[in-house]
C-alpha cells in the first residue's frame, strides 16, 4: 500500500490532554490502516514539565516562541514526509487567537490539512479573521461535525470545498452485555452511571451529584462514576480545588455509596473496561457551543445510553433517538432522564443499539481510511493506488 507518507503536529503523549490522545490515536489508526511509520511534532506549553517522548517524536513546537514556527516548518520542509497534518485547539498555539500557527502553514512547501477541534459558532472579529486566515493557507481542513462544517460555511464564509467531516474516532469494540465488565470491577451488583475525562468546572459535575440524590432514592443500587483526573493546566492555576467542592458535595449529600472519583488518568484498556459496565453515559456540560466531544463520542460508538446537555456535538450525535437530551445546570432535569431509562430497560436497550449502529461509522479503522483517502487526494498520483487498497 503506498499511502502518503504523514507527519503529524499536535499535543502528544505523555502529555495528559484531550488533543494528545486524539493525535496518538489518529497516527496510531492510520499507521495499522495503511502499514505506515509516522512521525510527529510534538508542542510544548509555556511552564512544561521535562517530557521522555516516543522516538516517532522528531521535534517540539515552542508554543511561546515565534521563531520555533520557522524552524519547524523548515524541518517539515526538509522531512521525507508527502504532506503535514495538524490537530488544531486554539490553546496550544502562540498570537492572539493563535495566530502563529499560521506562520507555520504558509512557510510550509508541502500539502497542509488543519483539523479544527473547536469551531465557534459566534466568533470575535479576531477569531474570525484567524480562522479565516488558517482556512485560506491550509490545502484542507477537517471537522469533527456537520454542524462544524455547517458552521464555517455559513458564518465564515469558507469554501465548502475546502472542509471535510471526518468524525472523532471510537474504539472498535464489539456491542454486548455489561456483565462481564462489571464482574471484572467489582460493579456486578450496580447500575452505574459514568462520565469520563479530565476534570475542569465546564464539566457541570455538580449538577450530576446533586441528580444523584434523587436517582439513590429510586434506586438505592446505582453508582456514579467520575472518571479522571483534573485537567494539568487547572491543576497549575488553582489545585484541587474544584475535585475537593465536589468530593464535599459528595459528603454533604450523604451519597459516598453512590457517587465515585476515580483520581486517575485512565489507559485506554481500562476506560474501555469502564465504558463496557456502564449503563448510562452522562455528559453534563455547561458550555452549549462544544462542537465536538471525545468522551461523547466514544460512549455513542460503544453504545451506550447517553444523557448530555444539548451542547452542539451532543444535538448532533445523539439526535433520531440515540441518546436523551437535558437542561444545562438542570439536576431535576438529570435524575428524571436517568430514572426514566432506569425503570425502563427496553427504552435503554433500543437506545443502546441505535447509538451503536449510528457508531460504526465513526470506528478508527473507518476513520483512519478517510483520512488517508483525504491525503491522497492532495497528493493526485497517490489517489489511485488508495483507492484500489480500500
Known amino acids: 500500500m503506498n499511502a502518503p507518507r504523514m507527519l503529524f503536529l499536535g499535543s502528544y503523549p505523555p502529555r495528559e490532554c484531550g488533543i494528545a490522545t486524539f493525535t496518538k490515536d489518529v497516527v496510531d489508526s492510520y499507521d495499522q490502516r495503511f502499514g505506515g511509520h509516522s512521525e510527529i511534532i510534538a508542542i510544548e506549553e509555556p511552564g512544561a514539565p521535562q517530557r521522555e517522548y516516543p522516538p516517532t517524536v522528531v521535534a517540539n513546537l515552542i508554543q511561546d516562541d515565534r521563531a520555533s514556527y520557522r524552524a519547524i516548518a523548515d524541518i517539515v520542509n526538509h522531512h521525507p514526509c508527502d504532506a503535514l497534518n495538524v490537530q488544531h485547539e486554539f490553546g496550544l498555539f502562540g498570537g492572539d487567537n493563535g495566530e502563529w500557527i499560521v506562520d507555520l502553514i504558509a512557510l510550509v512547501r508541502k500539502p497542509v490539512t488543519v483539523s479544527l477541534h473547536t469551531v465557534l459558532p459566534d466568533p470575535t472579529p479576531d477569531h474570525l479573521r484567524v480562522v479565516r486566515t488558517i482556512c485560506a493557507t491550509a490545502t484542507a481542513v477537517v471537522v469533527l461535525s456537520a454542524t462544524g462544517k455547517d458552521i464555517l460555511i455559513e458564518r465564515y464564509g469558507i469554501d465548502p470545498h475546502k472542509v471535510n467531516v471526518i468524525h472523532h474516532g471510537v474504539p472498535d469494540v464489539p456491542f454486548g452485555s455489561t456483565d462481564a465488565a462489571k464482574t471484572k470491577l467489582g460493579l456486578h451488583n450496580r447500575q452505574v452511571v459514568s462520565t469520563f475525562g479530565l476534570i475542569n468546572r465546564g464539566k457541570g459535575l455538580e449538577y450530576a451529584i446533586e441528580a444523584m440524590r434523587e436517582v439513590a432514592t429510586a434506586h438505592p443500587d446505582a453508582l456514579y462514576l467520575i472518571l479522571g483526573q483534573t485537567h494539568p493546566v487547572v491543576r497549575r492555576n488553582e489545585g484541587e480545588v474544584y475535585r475537593e467542592s465536589l468530593e464535599k458535595l459528595v459528603a454533604e449529600y450523604g451519597l459516598a455509596n453512590n457517587v465515585r472519583l476515580v483520581d486517575r488518568y485512565l489507559g485506554f484498556d481500562?476506560?474501555?473496561?469502564?465504558?463496557?459496565?456502564?449503563?448510562?453515559?452522562?455528559?453534563?456540560?455547561?458550555?452549549?457551543?462544544?462542537?465536538?466531544?471525545?468522551?461523547?463520542?466514544?460512549?455513542?460508538?460503544?453504545?451506550?445510553?447517553?444523557?448530555?446537555?444539548?451542547?452542539?456535538?451532543?444535538?448532533?450525535?445523539?439526535?433520531?433517538?440515540?441518546?436523551?437530551?437535558?437542561?444545562?445546570?438542570?439536576?431535576?432535569?438529570?435524575?428524571?432522564?436517568?430514572?426514566?431509562?432506569?425503570?425502563?430497560?427496553?427504552?435503554?436497550?433500543?437506545?443502546?443499539?441505535?447509538?451503536?449502529?449510528?457508531?460504526?461509522?465513526?470506528?478508527?479503522p473507518h476513520v483512519a481510511q478517510e483520512y488517508g483517502s483525504l491525503f491522497a487526494s492532495l497528493l493526485p498520483n497517490r489517489r489511485s493506488a488508495l483507492a484500489t487498497s480500500a
Request: glycine share 6%; charged share 20%.
Open 270 to 364: 481500562e476506560l474501555v473496561q469502564y465504558l463496557q459496565a456502564t449503563d448510562i453515559y452522562l455528559t453534563p456540560y455547561l458550555n452549549p457551543v462544544q462542537i465536538v466531544s471525545g468522551t461523547l463520542a466514544y460512549a455513542v460508538g460503544l453504545g451506550k445510553a447517553v444523557v448530555s446537555t444539548p451542547y452542539l456535538y451532543a444535538e448532533e450525535l445523539l439526535a433520531h433517538g440515540r441518546g436523551f437530551l437535558v437542561e444545562f445546570r438542570d439536576a431535576v432535569s438529570i435524575a428524571n432522564t436517568m430514572n426514566s431509562l432506569f425503570d425502563d430497560r427496553d427504552l435503554r436497550a433500543s437506545t443502546e443499539r441505535r447509538a451503536y449502529r449510528f457508531g460504526r461509522q465513526m470506528t478508527w
